[in-house]
């Protein structure tokens, strides 16, 4: 099984809401990461959690918040959201790093996120 | 990190092989490099990666130079389901190997 679930597949959300995309792995992988991706642009790297801590945060302002509750899950909490925030949000997960390896990064199909 | 440059676009005839380039001048000696694809609307998919070696699945053929500065995926009998954009990605190692960026792409147009 090589599935990444990333769970609500839409969302609409107003500016004042709070809300969280979930996402979830049992391939037993210790790295996850969050993504955005605009429209006819590449993915854009956020955070990403190695064993279950917060590594990489790439400036990614306060009003997105990440969670990872466990091995297999990873949140991103949502609150006072601008309107060019409404993007698709990619979760991905890969095994832990080894210096030699070349690990596979695996990624869910999105969260459509549009903030009104 | 190591950077790649891509063409924009290319087209390729349905039937015929697909062959994308990637420079990547300042690859490290042990930096892998990885393609993925997109398909409009739907999440990356690993198509391969490599070291040193040429490397081959089910999926493609990656042909990396003896220098590394550069690689060329090859998808042998492109289709029009193999419509999408394919990135080519340096992945760093240390402490950077999980900072997994994503360059411009190539968007790949199939036609009958």
């Known amino acids: 099984d090589t599935e990444v679930t990333q769970t609500p597949k839409h969302l609409v959300m107003g500016m004042t809401n709070k809300k969280s995309l979930k996402c979830e792995q049992h391939m037993g992988h210790r790295a996850m990461y969050w993504y955005k991706q605009k429209a006819k642009k590449p993915p854009e790297l956020m955070f990403v959690y190695s064993y279950e801590k917060l590594s990489i945060n790439e400036s990614v302002p306060s009003r997105f918040s990440p969670e990872c509750p466990n091995s297999s899950l990873l949140n991103l909490h949502l609150h006072a959201l601008q309107p060019e925030d409404s993007a698709l949000y990619l979760c991905a997960s890969s095994p832990h790093q080894g210096l030699l390896s070349g690990n596979t990064i695996y990624f869910g199909e999105g969260s459509w996120l549009t903030v009104v | 990190d190591a950077k790649t440059t891509q063409p924009t676009s290319m087209d390729c005839a349905e039937g015929r092989a697909a062959n994308l380039p990637c420079n990547h001048s300042t690859i490290s000696g042990n930096e892998y490099v990885y393609w993925y694809r997109q398909i409009h609307s739907q999440g990356p998919q690993y198509i391969i990666h490599?070291?040193?070696n040429n490397e081959t699945n089910e999926m493609a053929s990656l042909i990396i130079t003896e220098d590394r500065k550069s690689s060329t995926l090859i998808l042998p009998h492109a289709t029009l389901r193999d419509t999408a954009v394919y990135y080519c990605?340096?992945?760093?190692?240390?402490?950077?190997?999980?900072?997994?960026?994503f360059g411009s792409g190539t968007k790949l147009n199939v036609k009958p």
């Open positions: 490599g070291l040193k």
């Open positions: 990605i340096v992945r760093a190692t240390g402490d950077n190997f999980n900072k997994f960026y």
